[in-house]
């Protein structure tokens, strides 16, 4: 699932660190803004679990924010940015599976069984040496 193009907004900033003269002229650091409540293509419940799973990553104003200042390209950032966000929204919206519980077999038991069976005569065997 891929957000529109159309309900991201990007700004950029001043990114810091080393960079010399590019770094105090350009603004190159992107910041992806996302709105989880006003966006028109997913349903009540797929914003609520991108709430829970991205509660740590939306501000007061119920949006997502992304940052990229990796690259020396404003638009490299951007791009960057933007496809961290579809990441993490597509990562958040992935429903886990449903472990259904399984009882072990009956090989399975009575190769635990064996197994136990030789380890004690192992151990028995360890006390009639001493």
């Known amino acids: 699932m891929r957000i529109p193009i159309h309900e991201i907004q ?3 900033a001043r990114s810091g660190g080393a960079g010399g003269q590019n770094v105090n002229k350009t603004s190159t650091k992107a910041i992806v803004h996302w709105s989880v409540g006003r966006s028109q293509f997913l349903n009540w419940e797929e914003k609520m679990r991108i709430r829970t799973k991205l509660k740590n990553r939306i501000n007061n104003n ?3 924010v992304v940052t990229s ?3 020396r390209s404003q638009s490299q950032n951007r791009a960057l940015a933007v496809a961290r966000l579809q990441m993490l929204v597509a990562k958040a919206l992935q429903v886990p599976k449903i472990r259904k519980p399984t009882r ?3 090989a399975s038991k009575l190769r635990r ?3 136990k069976k030789i ?3 192992v151990k028995a065997d360890r006390r009639n040496m001493e």
Request: aromatic share 12%; charged share 45%; no cysteine.
């Open 10 to 12: 990007v700004t950029f």
């Open 62 to 64: 119920d949006e997502v």
């Open 69 to 71: 200042e990796e690259e």
């Open 104 to 106: 072990p077999t009956k």
């Open 113 to 115: 069984l064996e197994y």
């Open 119 to 121: 380890h004690s005569r």
